[in-house]
């Protein structure tokens, strides 16, 4: 059975990927690293970050809503501290980076050059200091730019990840493949809030958070959806994946690879139950090659 996939010239053993700010390599053990295609590290600034007041996490009815504000030790003690033991799993390690500037972008892959990663995912669900704290992912004319200029300071293997607030993400998508992304990754957490009825304030130690699990999954499905069929590089589908039907539904949408975020959280050995159940799948469905699920959606007329 053939599960490698590819995401331009990046080639995955599996399209498992193990999304940004859920794995570290501290927990490493309770991963099932030989199930797991790639690991996207936790998001790094150029600069340490503190992170956000707590309470940074709350469960809602169908999700979490997190606020950790990309509490990170900056890229100079991430390369010489953190990396180095990312890089010894085994696994591709593709580098999350985010900045407070758009030049903070081309700098920080600048500085992954000739350290061994498998690429870069950009996250842009971050605010923009020059821009009056909008986040980057909002705009396409931003990220065409900041694509374009990472991709000109290195040559690394770059994938913007889509926030699903943008004001359109199929020409978000279509702008960071005309700066030269080589695949494109969808979607980062969902604007939300949570307010405690009795004192009148957020439950949250900012005002709002953003929100991930099950209940983003069908609006992230539509959006793959969306974004695949507009693009010609890769997608790789993110949003509520909680077990192998989550998964194959973004494949058949789309979706070459897969991000398990808060699925993790719960339970580590998922990226393993995950491929597993993809596996069953295909020997149910007599497929051997799993590019032959990607973007294999029946399409009926009436349905568009
Ligand atoms: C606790 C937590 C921390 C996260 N940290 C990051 C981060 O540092 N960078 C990033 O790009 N996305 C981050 N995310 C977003 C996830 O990578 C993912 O895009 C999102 O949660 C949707 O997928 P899911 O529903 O499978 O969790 C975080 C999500 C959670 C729950």
């Not at 600034?45 to 999700?63: D, H, S, V």
């Not at 699990?213 to 693009?231: D, H, Q, S, T």
Request: one cysteine or more; a negative charge; aromatic letters at 4%.
């Amino acid at each position: 059975m053939k599960l490698s996939i590819q995401l331009g010239n990046l080639v995955l053993e599996n399209p498992i990927i193990i999304a940004s700010g859920v794995f570290s390599p501290d927990s490493a053990s309770y991963f099932p690293i030989e199930a797991i295609g790639a690991i996207i590290t936790k998001t790094v600034t150029p600069r340490p970050r503190e992170g956000n007041p707590p309470p940074r996490l709350l469960e809602t009815a169908a999700g979490l809503i997190n606020s950790i504000g990309l509490q990170n030790v900056g890229i100079e003690r991430f390369i010489e501290e953190e990396l180095p033991r990312y890089m010894e799993l085994g696994v591709p390690i593709i580098v999350s980076i985010s900045g407070e500037t758009e030049a903070d972008f081309p700098l920080m892959a600048e500085r992954l050059r000739g350290k061994g990663i498998a690429g870069i995912e950009l996250n842009l669900s971050c605010p923009n200091v020059q821009r009056g704290g909008m986040h980057f992912g909002r705009d396409a004319e931003t990220v065409f730019r900041i694509v374009r200029e990472v991709k000109d300071a290195s040559s690394l293997w770059v994938m913007p990840k889509l926030t699903p607030q943008a004001r359109d993400i199929v020409e978000t998508a279509l702008a960071g493949e005309e700066g030269g992304a080589d695949a494109i990754s969808l979607v980062n957490t969902f604007l939300a809030m949570a307010i405690d009825i009795r004192a009148r304030s957020s439950r949250l130690g900012t005002l709002m958070g953003g929100l991930s699990g099950p209940a983003i999954k069908p609006i992230a499905l539509r959006m793959v959806y969306e974004v695949a069929r507009a693009v010609r590089i890769p997608v790789v589908g993110c949003g509520g994946i909680m077990n192998a039907e989550d998964a194959l539904e973004f494949l058949i949408a789309g979706a070459s690879a897969v991000e398990i975020g808060t699925a993790c959280l719960i339970n580590p050995s998922i990226p393993a139950e995950i491929l597993d159940g993809i596996r069953k799948f295909m020997e149910e469905e007599g497929i051997d090659d799993i590019r032959e699920l990607i973007g294999s959606l029946k399409i009926k007329p009436l349905d568009i």
